[in-house]
Nanobody, 123 residues
């Protein structure tokens, strides 16, 4: 089970950190990622991190504003977001996939998903 938290209503330019807590599995065995989905749009890849944290990948729109990290000891994954824009408004989802040594960019590469946490950025 994956449970996201940290979503909020913020202003443009603010920072926010999302957390994902996994239970029932050791996340070190999984690649972990964040996706987002805005109303009327397809779910898109935000960032991903390999099981040991050696590999990270980001969506093109991130442009250095977001950072994904993980704490395997606490079974948590984080998404640190900075310089938020109104277009970052979306539901953000945590996902787990295999194999752990790579980062899949497509949602089909992930088998477990959280329920999402809402991020709203006002202008």
């Amino acid at each position: 089970q994956l449970v996201e938290s940290g979503g909020a209503l913020v202003q443009a330019g603010d920072s926010l950190r999302l957390s994902c807590l996994a239970s029932g599995r050791a996340i070190s065995n999984y690649c972990m990622a964040w996706f987002r989905q805005a109303p009327g749009k397809e779910r898109e890849f935000v960032g991903g991190i390999s099981g040991a944290g050696a590999v990270t990948r980001y969506g093109d729109f991130v442009q250095g504003r977001f950072s994904i990290s993980r704490d395997n000891g606490q079974n948590k994954v984080y998404l640190q977001m900075a310089s938020l824009k109104p277009e970052d408004t979306a539901a953000y989802y945590c996902a787990a996939g295999e194999p752990p040594w790579t980062v899949a960019l497509l949602s089909t590469g992930y088998s477990s998903w959280g329920q999402g946490t809402q991020v709203t950025v006002s202008s």
